[in-house]
């Protein structure tokens, strides 16, 4: 891409990017310094992430990832694939921002390099996943599709009629599944993604809710405080349903909204599955009081760890959980093992201090400006032409 075809690709991403602060809101938590931990690992991104990347694509094509990746279960997926632009980018804001005199042909000419080549990798690894060809679930309509009709077929043909109080109950799992979970990744989304939705009927749709890297005991830690006494049945754990009368909206982290909002009357069928050695089983019903029981008492022992950590640790901890992130791609290739998972003393010397005495990056202020401000200057800088 030349540079005028990467500002547009900027200018796509800051408005995806403005579109999901809106629908989230505050960045705030009760634990965990969310702002802070996320702009230290987004320093930490912009500059290391592109090492790493270069690693992983020097040994996959984003095209073939993107073939292998549209499947139940899949690490790579709507909101990973978000991974390879966000939080290099506020990275860069933040540089720009604070320290190149909010001029970005400041920026040094590598770091620029760096980027154009880190966007043309999403790009190309975003259009070979969607069904729809284009890069984000943004341009494709608000639709997260990319599983093959084999997969929607494999779903259907499993699914099983339900009642509302079998839908109640299945929800209710799931709640303490995505509770569990958001909270391992120190309130983050990062182990949930959603899908859908896929059309299979008369105003009847199919959509999919998945989580991955549960703790079940088994293999590596997925975080350095992943290890609690309770573990859940298996590392992953997908549900899809049948709906009918209902519209649902996703977006580029991999959530979806469905209207009305309980549409537990509306659902059926479903079908509940996991990943049982290498290969994808649907399982019971009565199989999920396990993963519930599981997961709360999981979350009850994170809490009460997490709980005990100054500010210091847990904004540490958040910046590790998103620089992990990353791991679903060297996982791929086998090259986890070879990446310090840490963050670089350079990093933490030079930002902790700050962040430690103030809440939020003065580069934030660049969220939130007037359409007409951001439409000549979009939040995530463009490259000089």
């Not at 088994?218 to 298996?234: C, I, N, R, V």
Request: charged share 30%; aromatic share 12%.
């Amino acid at each position: 891409m030349d540079v005028r075809e990467i500002n547009e690709q900027i200018r796509h991403i800051s408005h995806i990017f403005e579109d999901v602060l809106a629908e989230r809101g505050l960045l705030e938590s009760k634990l965990f310094p969310i702002s802070e931990y996320i702009s230290l690992s987004c320093y930490q991104c912009y500059e290391y992430q592109f090492d790493v990347m270069k690693q992983v694509f020097s040994r996959i094509s984003p095209e073939e990832l993107a073939k292998q990746s549209k499947k139940l279960l899949s690490d790579i997926h709507a909101l990973s694939i978000t991974y390879c632009w966000l939080y290099w980018s506020l990275g860069r804001m933040g540089k720009i921002f604070n320290e190149y005199g909010d001029d970005a042909s400041n920026e040094p000419e590598e770091k620029r390099e760096q980027w154009k080549w880190m966007l043309e990798q999403w790009h190309s690894l975003g259009t070979n996943y969607f069904n729809t060809g284009k890069p984000s679930v943004a341009s494709s309509g608000y639709v997260n599709l990319a599983f093959e009709d084999e997969t929607i077929d494999w779903l259907h043909n499993n699914m099983e009629p339900v009642t509302v109080e079998q839908t109640k109950k299945i929800r209710r799992a799931f709640g303490s599944v995505d509770l569990y979970a958001f909270l391992e990744e120190c309130d983050a989304r990062a182990k949930i993604v959603d899908h859908g939705p896929y059309s299979v009927g008369d105003d009847e749709i199919l959509v999919v809710s998945e989580y991955t890297n549960l703790h079940d005991g088994k293999g590596d830690l997925w975080l350095p405080w992943s290890d609690t006494e309770a573990k859940l049945p298996s590392s992953s754990l997908g549900v899809a349903m049948t709906m009918k009368d209902v519209t649902a909206r996703f977006n580029d982290v991999g959530t979806m909204t469905i209207e009305p909002g309980d549409y537990s009357k509306r659902v059926t069928g479903a079908v509940v599955y996991a990943n049982r050695g290498n290969e994808v089983v649907p399982i019971g019903f009565d199989e999920l009081d396990a993963y519930a029981e599981a997961a709360d008492a999981a979350q009850a022992e994170l809490y009460m760890k997490f709980a005990e950590w100054d500010k210091e640790r847990l904004m540490v901890a958040g910046a590790i959980a998103y620089w992990r992130g990353f791991a679903r791609y060297t996982d791929v290739v086998g090259i986890t093992d070879k990446i310090d998972w840490g963050i670089a003393d350079d990093i933490k010397e030079k930002y902790i201090p700050f962040f430690m005495d103030t809440d939020a990056d003065p580069a934030f202020m660049r969220f939130g400006r007037f359409d007409e401000e951001m439409e000549e200057d979009p939040t995530l800088y463009l490259l000089p032409e």
